[in-house]
């Protein structure tokens, strides 16, 4: 598919899809750029990478697609950096999570004859690095593209194909609507989950050591999410703060009802809430998202 490819970043994403193109020889070349040495020693290590470098400009001169998968606050150093090197046609895409951050951090820098193509994978663990990734892990999970009206659409077409042989289901979503709809499928359960340890953390010694003891699956399943890369949570939260913000509002109402109902004895209330949210799970099965 593409002669040369660079990835910007390469932690779980960047390298669960370098080595979707390996497997499947959809580039010719694949270039790395990262900070840190050992990032780039580990690129190596796997075979993801035919050229590594610190220097962003380094891989994305003369790349056909440019995938940024860098924390969203490093966006507009990054496209800073690398528009000089950028050659016409070339398509640059990235795998954040606040689709109208990453437009406004990117957008601006970018020369005139390159495509924009943003997009989100809808998978994920709760580890990182390039020894985190494996091919399979967008098999059958969402990718949204936000592309904004006009863009290329031979770009889009390029950018789908390569997420579908990656296994993904795609789907082209209007930033806005992306946001706030990932602000209550992602981030704020990533919230809640963050608070909730953070709760425990706090609890005097005895009591903590016991809670870690003897986690129940709850707990478990919070203290997974909680796991999550720090910096690039952090970068998703300061990004998507409104619509963040406006369903934590709601979020809060709701967990207050629940309180009350709790207070008042409402056994009847709280079991129609729970009838209610156990069918949500059922239709995630269903779509075959668990």
């Not at 770009?155 to 789907?171: D, F, I, M, P, Y």
Request: net charge negative; hydrophobic share 45%.
């Amino acid at each position: 598919m593409f002669n040369r490819m660079a990835f910007i970043g390469i932690g779980l994403i960047g390298s669960s899809l370098a080595r979707v193109v390996r497997r499947d020889g959809l580039a010719g070349e694949i270039a790395v750029a990262a900070r840190r040495q050992e990032t780039l020693d580990a690129a190596t290590r796997l075979g993801l990478a035919d050229q590594v470098t610190t220097d962003p400009a380094d891989a994305a001169r003369d790349a056909d697609i440019v995938v940024i998968c860098t924390p969203l606050g490093a966006y507009a150093a990054v496209a800073e950096a690398i528009a000089p090197a950028l050659k016409p046609g070339a398509i640059v895409t990235d795998v954040g999570s606040v689709k109208g951050a990453a437009i406004a951090a990117l957008k601006p820098h970018l020369p005139a004859g390159v495509h924009l193509v943003p997009g989100h994978p809808l998978a994920g663990t709760e580890h990182s690095g390039p020894d985190s990734g494996f091919a399979e892990l967008f098999e059958g999970r969402w990718h949204l593209l936000t592309p904004e009206a006009g863009t290329d659409a031979a770009a889009v077409a390029k950018v789908t194909e390569l997420w579908q042989r990656a296994g993904s289901k795609v789907e082209v979503m209007d930033p806005t609507h992306h946001d706030q709809v990932l602000a209550i499928t992602s981030h704020l359960p990533h919230l809640i989950a963050y608070t909730i340890v953070d709760t425990a953390t706090q609890l005097s010694t005895d009591l903590q050591e016991e809670v870690i003891e003897y986690s129940a699956t709850g707990f478990r399943d919070f203290t997974r999410i909680a796991a999550s890369d720090p910096v690039m949570w952090r970068d998703i939260f300061l990004t998507n703060r409104e619509a963040v913000l406006e369903i934590l509002g709601r979020f809060t109402e709701d967990l207050t009802a629940m309180q009350r109902m709790i207070r008042k004895g409402d056994g009847d209330g709280l079991e129609e809430v729970f009838t209610r949210t156990r069918a949500v799970r059922r239709s995630v099965i269903d779509a075959k998202q668990a």
